[in-house]
T-cell receptor, first 115, second 115 residues
Framework: DGGITQSPKYLFRKEGQNVTLSCEQN?????MYWYRQDPGQGLRLIYY???????QKGDIAEGYSVSREKKESFPLTVTSAQKNPTAFYLC??????????????FGSGTQLSVL | AQTVTQSQPEMSVQEAETVTLSCTYD???????LFWYKQPPSRQMILVIR??????QNATENRFSVNFQKAAKSFSLKISDSQLGDAAMYFC????????????FGQGTRLTINP
């Protein structure tokens, strides 16, 4: 079945450590997105990519980095510069960046916690 | 910057009754999209309904309908014949028409269904 796979489901980070969250899609979608959700709050955009080898900062990009070397993959690295990384992270994709009548597909998320 | 506000942190309704969730937004754009997403305890994001701002007719999807008041910048969700499976967090979201499908989310409304 086609969809978005996020791994791991739960991740723990030690102080000063970088961690990478995986997001893979087999939907042949051009655009991919990373959102952060804090308890009791809505989602906020971290980074997005409309095409391979290109990505843009969202509203809360500080302390995060991404890459888009392959169409199907959009990993998110939470760096040690992110002082409050504990949150639920959701990856999403859409067929074409400019086609807003296309549905946005979400993964099942990764819960990141600081030890 | 665009903002989305959901003024009801929690709502409850009796099973089979009707409930309305409120959402207001702020934008200077004349054309945009509005969405309602459902997030059950699994935390999967599920698109409930979508409204295109240039369409005057309110969107409907089975038991779900919206009341879109463009001049008032209001976008409420009505759930008819509430079912136990409707219990979830509901998020109102906005996106511009051009470019990437970057969503701006409200803070969410937790909906409880009483049997």
């Amino acid at each position: 079945d086609g969809g978005i796979t996020q791994s791991p489901k739960y991740l723990f980070r030690k102080e000063g450590q970088n961690v990478t969250l995986s997001c893979e899609q087999n939907l042949n979608h051009d655009a991919m997105y990373w959102y952060r959700q804090d308890p009791g709050q809505g989602l906020r955009l971290i980074y997005y990519s409309q095409i391979v080898n290109d990505f843009q900062k969202g509203d809360i990009a500080e302390g995060y980095s991404v890459s888009r070397e392959k169409k199907e993959s959009f990993p998110l690295t939470v760096t040690s510069a992110q002082k409050n990384p504990t949150a639920f992270y959701l990856c999403a994709s859409s067929p074409s960046p400019g086609q807003h009548n296309e549905k946005l597909f979400f993964g099942s998320g990764t819960q990141l916690s600081v030890l | 910057a665009q903002t989305v506000t959901q003024s009801q942190p929690e709502m409850s309704v009796q099973e089979a009754e009707t409930v309305t969730l409120s959402c207001t937004y702020d934008t200077s754009e004349s054309d945009y999209y509005l969405f309602w997403y459902k997030q059950p305890p699994s935390r999967q994001m599920i698109l409930v309904i979508r409204q295109e701002a240039y369409k005057q007719q309110n969107a409907t999807e089975n038991r779900f309908s919206v009341n879109f008041q463009k001049a008032a910048k209001s976008f409420s969700l009505k759930i008819s014949d509430s079912q136990l499976g409707d219990a979830a967090m509901y998020f109102c979201a906005y996106s511009i028409v051009q470019g990437a499908q970057k969503l701006v989310f409200g803070q969410g409304t937790r909906l409880t269904i009483n049997p």
